[in-house]
């Protein structure tokens, strides 16, 4: 059956009753409501744990780590080339892309029959990001620097401020801080979960930079969820700690991620001026502290 050109056919067959070649089509439709959401998704991981009682000398670290993305973009782009990497690699898409797993060849990832197996498979993964459109805010825990303080201090809760904080910084210049905004967050555990949302709705509720109400929403994901965003936030905490923790060390990964940081200057700014606004680091280390 053949479709005028400026007729839509309907996504599934018994969306709408079948179109009547002899009616003519309305000449025009009601606006739609003004959206309450506003453009953009967050995703969001960490590296490292977030307690003080034991520290890792060889990974001192906390990482927290939000992934923002354009809506259109992220739905359009993002997830049909990971869906596209995995079928390539794995024959389905039922893979969980997990830094730790990738690193240690664990699971699914011993795959790999060879060191120029995995390196290309590492370089097409980080050819995805590199091509993929998002917004970094990251905040970086010096669990060490922390613990000296001797102050009772969550090291998620204080990178979830610092991040939050930057999130409604960006969405203010993009005209979206009055649309609500939803941060998805893996599962963690019931105390943990039921902690991280009475402390988001606490920093949201006014206790922040500005003494404001922000419009953000937290979701919790199933470990299980096969979300493209999550799973590229989980790749890219690790490499921003390690580029605070071992500065001097090549990092292919954080050449390619700190062009994506939230920067001041606009696009003039890319990789340069995101020290203070897309990643944070705290306990500021001594050089960065005013005299």
Request: glycine residues 6%; charged residues 30%; contains cysteine.
């Amino acid at each position: 059956m053949s479709t005028p050109d400026n007729q839509q056919l309907p996504l599934f067959e018994l969306d709408f009753p079948a179109v009547n070649p002899a009616k003519p089509a309305p000449q025009s439709l009601p606006p739609l409501a003004e959206s309450p959401f506003s453009k953009y998704i967050v995703y969001v991981d960490e590296s490292g744990d977030h307690s003080l009682q034991s520290i890792d000398d060889n990974y001192p670290l906390f990482v927290l780590a939000f992934c923002v993305f354009h809506k259109r973009h992220y739905s359009e782009q993002v997830v049909s080339a990971l869906e596209k990497f995995k079928f390539n690699y794995f024959g389905h898409d039922q893979v969980i892309l997990h830094e730790h797993e990738i690193r240690k060849e664990k699971g699914a990832f011993t795959i790999f029959r060879s060191r120029d197996e995995k390196r290309q498979f590492l370089g097409e993964l980080t050819e995805i990001i590199d091509r993929s459109n998002f917004i970094l805010i990251s905040c970086v825990i010096d669990k060490r620097a922390l613990r000296k303080q001797h102050v009772e201090s969550n090291p998620y809760h204080i990178a979830l401020g610092f991040c939050l904080d930057a999130l409604n910084d960006f969405l203010q210049e993009k005209e979206q801080h009055d649309k609500k905004t939803f941060v998805v967050v893996e599962c963690r555990g019931k105390k943990e979960d039921s902690e991280l949302e009475l402390e988001f709705r606490r920093i949201c509720d006014g206790n922040n930079r500005l003494n404001k109400t922000l419009p953000f929403e937290v979701l919790f994901a199933d470990k299980k969820a096969l979300s493209s965003g999550l799973q590229l936030a989980d790749l890219v905490a690790r490499p921003i700690g390690l580029s605070v923790l071992r500065p001097e060390q090549e990092n292919r990964a954080f050449d390619v991620l700190k062009e994506k940081f939230y920067c001041d200057g606009g696009r003039a700014g890319i990789g340069k001026d995101y020290q203070g606004l897309g990643l944070n680091i705290y306990p500021a280390p001594e050089s960065e502290k005013p005299r």
